[in-house]
């Protein structure tokens, strides 16, 4: 295991000991098959695979893989891109057995078609962007802000790039500055994983924007709107 994937699971087992668990929002959840059409995500034993994708273009996966115990929360995150191939299908080797619960979503680099999948044919928990939860500064949005104590974000900009962040209630890059149950991002915060930007700046309209939430397994999925 990684040094960082080591950090997440130890900070995960505090978490889940000593905070109360609550969903992403204090909306009730909303499932919706909005854009989850195409692409699609298949599991095997320690592989994704992506298939209705742009031929010989990129896709970002992104997704937690939480391992099967039932006394803390220990997950592993996984952002990576790869090319598909002529045929529009992608595997993802995770090097890692899906044996717990695992949701990830496959985003196409080229047109911004992402869908959402859990494993063992289980259906995503998908709760609905809060109104607001987007912030402006300087007339752009800059800011996400929800309800949680730990998530795991991605924003893909087709073509442009793509980029992930991890933040902890309470934490550094929790700009509320205060443990209380809500996480603020900026988006000039977020790493790079594909492009020339080391970050997005701000969340621009078509941006698709996804989060996770590791220890409810919740995911919100959205395209930023003009």
Same mark, same amino acid.
């Given at each position: 295991?990684?040094?960082?994937? =080591?950090?997440?699971?130890?900070g %995960?087992?505090?978490?889940a000991?000593s905070l109360? +668990?609550?969903?992403?929002?204090a909306q009730?959840? +909303?499932?919706?098959?909005a854009?989850?059409t195409?692409?699609a995500?298949?599991?095997?034993?320690?592989?994704v695979t992506?298939?209705?994708v742009?031929?010989v273009?990129?896709?970002?996966?992104?997704?937690? =893989?939480? @391992?099967?115990v039932?006394?803390? !929360?220990? %997950?592993?995150?996984f952002?990576?891109?790869?090319a598909s191939? %002529?045929s529009?299908?992608v595997? &993802?080797?995770? #090097?890692a057995d899906?044996a717990?619960?695992?949701i &990830?979503a496959? +985003?196409d680099? /080229?047109s911004?078609?992402?869908?959402?999948? %859990?494993s063992a044919?289980?259906t995503?928990?998908?709760?609905?962007?809060p109104k607001?939860?987007?912030?402006?500064? /300087?007339e752009?949005y800059?800011f996400?802000?929800l309800?949680t104590?730990?998530?795991?974000?991605?924003?893909?900009r087709?073509?442009k790039?793509?980029?992930?962040? &991890? !933040?902890?209630?309470g934490? $550094?890059? @929790?700009?509320?500055?205060?443990t209380?149950? *809500?996480v603020l991002i900026d988006a000039?915060?977020?790493?790079?994983? !594909?492009?020339?930007e +080391?970050?997005?700046r701000?969340?621009?309209?078509?941006?698709?924007?996804i989060?996770i939430d590791p220890? $409810? *397994? /919740?995911v919100?999925?959205?395209?930023v #709107?003009?």
């Open positions: 295991m990684s040094l960082r994937n =080591l950090l997440r699971s130890l %995960a087992a505090l978490l000991l109360p +668990v609550h969903p992403l929002t009730d959840a +909303v499932k919706t098959d854009a989850t195409s692409p995500i298949a599991f095997s034993a320690r592989s992506v298939t209705d742009t031929p273009s990129k896709v970002i996966l992104f997704g937690i =893989l939480r @391992d099967p039932p006394y803390a !929360v220990s %997950a592993h995150n952002t990576l891109a790869q191939d %002529a529009g299908s595997t &993802f080797d995770l #090097n899906i717990g619960p695992a &990830f496959a +985003v680099y /080229d911004g078609r992402y869908a959402l999948a %859990a044919g289980q995503p928990r998908i709760i609905t962007l607001n939860a987007l912030k402006k500064k /300087d752009e800059q996400l802000e309800e104590r730990w998530l795991e974000g991605l924003c893909v087709p073509k790039g793509a980029w992930s962040i &991890f !933040v902890t209630d934490a $550094r890059l @929790d700009h509320d500055g205060d209380d149950g *809500m000039a915060e977020m790493h790079s994983l !594909v492009g020339e +080391v970050s997005p701000k969340f621009r309209p078509h941006d698709v924007v989060v220890r $409810r *397994m /919740d919100i999925a959205t395209e #709107n003009e």
